[in-house]
C-alpha cells in the first residue's frame, strides 16, 4: 500500500545556494515516486536512491528511502523567494493485526456464525 504525500516550504531559494538537504516527514517513501521541484527545475528519484534530472554533477544528490533523507544540488540556485516543495508516495506497511475495527464498522455485523452452502 502507498499514500500520495506532498509538502511545500521544504526551502526557500536565495538565487546564491544550490545544495539542500533535509527530511521528508513521512517515511518510508516508495522509490521511484519522488519529485522535488522549485517550479523551474524538477528532481526525480531513479528508483535506486539516486537523483536526477536537473541536478549539478557536482552534488551528491541521493535519497534514502527508509528515512526520507535527501540530499540535493540543483543545476542553478533556486530564484529568490522560489519555494521548494516535494511529491511522493508513502510507502505503508500493514499487517492485518495493526489495524483496529469496531465491530460496527464491518460489512456485516451481528453475524457470530454464518454458514455458506452452495446450491445446483
Do not use: C, K, M
Not at 528519484?45 to 534530472?53: A, F, M, T
Not at 508516495?89 to 460489512?107: C, S
Request: proline residues 4%.
Amino acid at each position: 500500500l502507498d499514500y500520495q504525500r506532498s509538502e511545500t516550504g521544504l526551502h526557500t531559494g536565495d538565487a546564491i545556494v544550490q545544495r539542500f538537504r533535509g527530511q521528508l516527514a513521512n517515511w518510508p517513501l516508495v522509490p521511484g515516486s519522488v519529485s522535488l521541484t522549485d517550479t523551474e527545475q524538477t528532481v526525480t528519484d531513479n528508483g535506486s536512491g539516486s537523483l536526477v534530472g536537473d541536478i549539478s554533477d557536482s552534488g551528491v544528490n541521493v535519497i534514502d528511502y527508509d528515512t526520507g533523507a535527501y540530499d540535493i544540488t540543483f543545476v542553478t540556485p533556486p530564484g529568490e523567494g522560489r519555494i521548494i516543495s516535494a511529491i511522493y508516495q508513502q510507502l505503508l506497511i500493514v499487517n492485518a493485526g495493526d489495524v483496529p475495527i469496531d465491530e460496527d464498522q464491518l460489512a456485516i455485523s451481528g453475524f457470530t456464525d454464518v454458514q455458506l452452502t452452495t446450491s445446483n
